[in-house]
């Protein structure tokens, strides 16, 4: 009894760094959010599939090169912020990377919604 009570002491004593959290936690916040990145993704990918399509239904016009080049940002930004997100939230705890991943989430509506919006500000028809 007196040695596992010894024992208990020198290991929280001899322990430089704070606890970390479980793996298993650390993962499942990790799939939790690449998950919610997944729509804007989507998104993006559908908007570069169903503009033009319907662009060229209904006008029988093409897109022009800045119109393509906001369909491509649409479908590049929520994997690259998820990726900065990732290193960014790497030897961190759980919380700290669940707010970081929130931020993230956060820029990738933010910038998805300027793109939305583009279009009715410059000509995106070619």
């Not at 239904?57 to 897109?63: C, D, P, R, S, V």
């Not at 393509?68 to 961190?92: E, I, N, S």
């Not at 707010?99 to 919006?117: E, R």
Request: proline share 6%; net charge positive; charged share 5%.
């Amino acid at each position: 009894m007196a040695q596992s009570a010894d024992a208990e002491a020198t290991d929280t004593a001899g322990s430089a760094g704070p606890r970390r959290a479980p793996a298993w936690l650390t993962w499942t916040v990790t799939i939790l959010f690449a998950v919610l990145f997944t729509y804007p993704l989507w998104m993006g990918i559908g908007n570069a599939v169903g503009y033009p399509q319907t662009i060229w239904a209904q006008y029988h016009l093409g897109i022009s090169p800045l119109g393509w080049t906001l369909l491509v940002v649409g479908v590049l930004t929520a994997p690259v912020v998820f990726v900065c997100c990732l290193l960014l939230g790497r030897r961190r705890g759980v919380i700290s990377r669940a707010l970081i991943y929130a931020a993230g989430l956060c820029v990738v509506s933010a910038v998805l919604a300027s793109l939305t919006i583009a279009p009715s500000l410059i000509n995106f028809i070619a």
